[in-house]
C-alpha cells in the first residue's frame, strides 16, 4: 500500500465518526431540511453515503472475486427520494456506515500488490480498480463532509 493509499485508507476508517460527529447535534428538523436549492438535506446526504458506499463496497468484492465482472450502475437521484431517504432519522444509516467501513477498511489492508490493479467494467464509467474505488471514496467521504458545512451553513 503507498503512503496516498495509507492516507485514504484512513478516511475510510475514520469517516462514520465524523459523520456522527457532524451530525449529532442537529434536530430533525436541521437534518430534514434541505436550506439549499437543488441540494439534498443531510439526512439524504448521510442515506446516499449508505447506499453508495455499500455499492461500491460490493463492486469491490465483486472485482477481488470475478475476472473484470460488469459494475452495475444506480440512479442515487432516485435512491434520494425513497421513503427510507426523506426522514431525519439516520441511524439506520450511520449504523450501516460504520459496519460497513470497518470491513472496508480490512478488505482494503489485507490486498496484495496484484489486488490493487484488479478491475471491473462500469457501464458508465468504464474500467475500474481497487485503486480506484479506494481514491474514489476517500474522496467522496471528503466531498460529502464538505457538501453538509455547506447545507447547514445556508440553514
Known amino acids: 500500500m503507498t503512503p496516498e493509499q495509507q492516507t485514504q485508507l484512513e478516511m475510510i476508517k475514520t469517516f462514520p465518526d465524523q459523520v456522527r460527529a457532524a451530525t449529532a447535534p442537529l434536530s430533525p428538523a436541521q437534518l430534514s431540511t434541505p436550506f439549499?436549492?437543488?441540494e439534498w438535506s443531510v439526512a439524504q446526504i448521510v442515506h446516499h453515503l449508505a447506499d453508495s458506499h455499500m455499492n461500491a463496497f460490493i463492486r469491490m468484492k465483486l472485482i477481488l472475486t470475478e475476472e473484470n465482472p460488469t459494475l452495475k450502475p444506480y440512479d442515487q437521484e432516485a435512491w434520494a427520494g425513497m421513503a427510507d431517504e426523506?426522514?431525519?432519522d439516520?441511524?439506520?444509516s450511520l449504523t450501516i456506515l460504520t459496519g460497513?467501513?470497518?470491513r472496508w477498511a480490512i478488505v482494503f489492508a489485507s490486498l496484495s500488490a496484484a489486488d490493487w490493479g484488479r478491475t471491473g467494467h462500469h457501464p458508465e464509467i468504464g474500467p475500474v480498480t481497487v485503486a480506484d474505488i479506494l481514491a474514489d471514496y476517500a474522496q467522496h467521504c471528503q466531498?460529502?463532509?464538505?457538501?453538509m458545512q455547506r447545507v447547514l451553513a445556508a440553514e
Open 36 to 38: 439549499l436549492q437543488n
Open 86 to 88: 426523506t426522514g431525519p
Open 90 to 92: 439516520i441511524q439506520p
Open 100 to 102: 460497513l467501513h470497518s
Open 143 to 147: 466531498d460529502h463532509l464538505e457538501q
